[in-house]
Every structure is written in C-alpha cells, then in structure tokens.
C-alpha cells in the first residue's frame, strides 16, 4: 500500500540527510524534490526560458554536475516562484508519493500542495544561523571561498522568496510535526523523525 512521508522546510535545515535515513529505514524510495527545481534553474542559467525547461525536463537533467552550487540554488528559488513551472512538476512527483512500496519526498510544498493527504507529514527546520553554518562547511570541504556572511545571506534571501511567493509558499502544513534540527545531532534528529512517522503508523 502507498504510505507518503512529506518532509519539507527551509535550506539545509537537514531534510535531505533526514529523508535518507527515513526512507532506508523503512525501504521507501525517497525523492528531493528540491533537484527539479535546481534542474530548472541550472537549464534557465543555460539559456532556456524556465517554463519551457520545467515542461521538458528529463531524468538527464538531474544528474548535472553543478545542481548543488550557489548559484543554481537562487536560480532554483527564482524559477520556484512561476506557477506554470511548479504545474509542470507536479504529476511527476505525486506518481512518485503513489509507489506501492512507500515513498518520502523532501521540499518546500509538499504537505501542503503536492501530498496533502501524506500518511506523515514533518516540517525540519533550524536557526538561520545554524543552516548557514552547515552549508558553510559543506561549501569549504568543496573547495568554495565563500564567506560564512555570504552564505548566510544566501540562505536568507532564499528563505525570504521561497516563504513570500504566492504560489505554494513554504509553510508547514497545519498537521505537520515540527522537529527543529538547531541542537541536534543528525542520529538524535533521524531518531525524532522515525518517531515521528512511528506514531502515524500506529494510529493507522
Ligand atoms: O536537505 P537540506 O538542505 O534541508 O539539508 P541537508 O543537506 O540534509 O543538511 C545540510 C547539512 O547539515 C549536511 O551537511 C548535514 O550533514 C548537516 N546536518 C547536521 O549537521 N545536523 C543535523 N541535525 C542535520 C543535518
Ligand atoms: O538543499 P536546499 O534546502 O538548500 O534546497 P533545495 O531543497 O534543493 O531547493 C532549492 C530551491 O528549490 C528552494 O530554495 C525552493 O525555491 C525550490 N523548491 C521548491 O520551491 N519546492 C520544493 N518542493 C523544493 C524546492
């Protein structure tokens, strides 16, 4: 039977490395939903006009190399805010919450617009300062020079035009479960995750 876990909130506030650990957990299949969007921004950074790129997006064009880069992820958040981009992405991703064997999808909308019937809903989140902070250190083992002001204004911009848009603005869903990663440990964060779903899983 499908069970959908949706785990959304703001930039690197650990929902990718969450949903890993959940979906392994229980052997869902687990997709970010935050790398369609990357898609589309890396294609407009290329030169296509974003609706068209999001309407003809393939599974090649999520495995480019840069998809992770700062600039990728504010052309993300830029492409984010049109509505016929964000339309062109939606089957895709509810045909992935309906696999028979379970699925976790992480982003910004998906409690709320893309699967508001989940089974278990969450909504991960973490001061501004500590996102920036793990970004930070991901960015310097990557070699980037960027300063950690810069990637906290990053973070902050981001968070501004993902929360303010119009068309599925990032919000916890009203029956989300709140778990705010800023002092926990990835182990102690997974744990209050599992928990979490564990307990809508008993309740049926
Ligand atoms: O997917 P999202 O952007 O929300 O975050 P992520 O990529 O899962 O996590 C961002 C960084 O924070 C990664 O380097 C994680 O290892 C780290 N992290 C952490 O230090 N403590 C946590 N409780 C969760 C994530
Ligand atoms: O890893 P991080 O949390 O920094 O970003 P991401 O999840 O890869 O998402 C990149 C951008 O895509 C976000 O800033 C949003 O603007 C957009 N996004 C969205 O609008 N809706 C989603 N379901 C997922 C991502």
């Known amino acids: ?10 930039a690197a506030a650990g929902k990718g490395t969450i949903s890993k650990a959940v979906a392994a957990h229980y052997g869902f299949a687990h997709l970010d939903t935050g ?9 407009m950074l290329d030169g296509v006009e974003p609706i068209e790129a999001a309407q003809t997006l393939t599974s090649k064009d999520l495995e480019a190399p840069d998809l992770r880069s700062h600039e990728v992820a504010q052309a993300a958040s830029k492409v984010a805010a049109i509505p016929e981009v964000r339309e062109a992405l939606v089957d895709f991703q509810r045909a ?9 999808l992480d982003g910004r909308d998906i409690g709320t617009v893309i699967c508001p019937e989940a089974e278990a809903k969450l909504y991960v989140t973490a001061s501004a300062e500590v996102r920036a902070g793990r970004r930070y250190k991901e960015l310097q083992g990557k070699g980037s020079e960027l300063s950690f002001d810069a990637v906290l204004a990053e ?10 848009r119009a068309s599925a603005p990032m919000k916890p869903a009203a029956d989300a479960v709140l778990i ?12 209050a995750a599992i928990h979490a779903v564990d307990a809508k899983r008993a309740a049926g």
Do not use: C, H, N, W
């Open 96 to 104: 992935f919450a309906q696999r028979q064997g379970g699925a976790v």
């Open 155 to 164: 973070v902050k911009e981001r968070d501004a035009r993902d929360s303010e």
């Open 1 to 10: 039977m499908p069970f959908t876990i949706a785990i959304d909130g703001p």
């Open 35 to 43: 790398l369609l969007y990357r898609a589309v921004g890396a294609r």
């Open 180 to 191: 705010d990663t800023s002092e926990l440990s990835i182990e102690d964060a997974v744990a």
